[in-house]
Nanobody, 125 residues
Framework: QVQLVESGGGLVQAGDSLRLSCVLS????????MGWFRQAPGKERDFVASISRGGGSTYYTDSVKGRFTVSRDNARNTVILHMNSLKLEDTAIYYCAARSSVDWPGTRGALYDYWGQGTQVSVSS
């Protein structure tokens, strides 16, 4: 059974950086394309970033382009989200997700097969 565990969230000030990690266990990590999503209080869960199985292709929602970077380390079964220049509106619970059998996972959450429990990111002024 696949399990995803996120870590690295916390409380930071606007302009600071955070590094979120997500470790996949239970299956071969390299067979999964990965994504990051977030859900702010009272809002829908939104796509943030995704990365192909080999790591060669990435995609970001417009609001984080130039500030966030997604990467993966297949040897460590880990996907990472580097978040720079954090803004108040980045406050949310961040979830990683895995999608099997495709190289490119897309941006729709419904297409992903497995989800982590989430990690809270709070940005203060």
């Amino acid at each position: 059974q696949v399990q995803l565990v996120e870590s690295g969230g916390g409380l930071v000030q606007a302009g600071d950086s955070l590094r979120l990690s997500c470790v996949l266990s239970g299956r071969s990590f390299s067979t999964y394309a990965m994504g990051w999503f977030r859900q702010a209080p009272g809002k829908e869960r939104d796509f943030v970033a995704s990365i192909s199985r080999g790591g060669g292709s990435t995609y970001y929602t417009d609001s984080v382009k130039g500030r966030f970077t997604v990467s993966r380390d297949n040897a460590r079964n880990t996907v990472i989200l580097h978040m720079n220049s954090l803004k108040l509106e980045d406050t949310a619970i961040y979830y990683c997700a895995a999608r099997s059998s495709v190289d490119w996972p897309g941006t729709r959450g419904a297409l992903y097969d497995y989800w982590g429990q989430g990690t809270q990111v709070s940005v203060s002024s």
